[in-house]
């Protein structure tokens, strides 16, 4: 079964520092996502992504955040200058054309840990 | 805004009952809200989706229902297993096909 793969499973960055998070979504999808939750607490909606360009993205997404499809099957999610209060999972996801399911897939996700 | 209750954090049962978890939301009418599992340190993993015409879903052991004038729904896991403990998080759909997470409700099933 297909399914979203991230890469990779665990980053540890020092503060300021740049990272860049990187997401297979399942291939015949068109729509993908970024989540994130910081631990003990509920996933958030960070950005929504669909036809090269962001389609809808949350308070949380500022403008240290940017992502990108580079290519056919890659969706990166980059932090430019990370803080503390950026530690913690990283969830991507995707489905495909709405219709007939609206199921998102969501991927084993990135633990991020910022010191 | 948009809210979504999930009225435990925890609920804890004995092997072979049913589990039943509850989600409320307010402010919102959602064309449709999906069931999640999450076991520690892991993605969501979907579990089933049930649309605002429809009253219930099953899957398994699994039943969802959806009731749009009380804005709850209600997951049901029957002859529940010690394998089926996990969080459970309830997810309503956003304008942009976004998902709106309650918080979860952490199940435990003793054998």
Known sequence: EPEVTQTPSHQVTQMGQEVILRCVPISNHLYFYWYRQILGQKVEFLVSFYNNEISEKSEIFDDQFSVERPDGSNFTLKIRS?????????????RGLAGS???QYFGPGTRLTVL | SQKIEQNSEALNIQEGKTATLTCN???YSPAYLQWYRQDP?????????IRENEKEKRKERLKVTFDTTLK???FHITASQPADSATYLCALGGS????IFGKGTKLS???
């Open chain 1, 101 to 103: 399911t609206d199921t």
């Open chain 1, 82 to 94: 990370t803080k503390l209060e950026d530690s913690a999972m990283y969830f991507c996801a995707s």
């Open chain 2, 41 to 49: 340190g892991r993605g969501p993993v979907f579990l089933l989706l």
């Open chain 2, 96 to 99: 942009q096909g976004n998902l």
């Open chain 2, 25 to 27: 939301y307010t402010n």
């Open chain 2, 72 to 74: 709850q729904s209600l």
């Open chain 2, 109 to 111: 099933v003793k054998p």
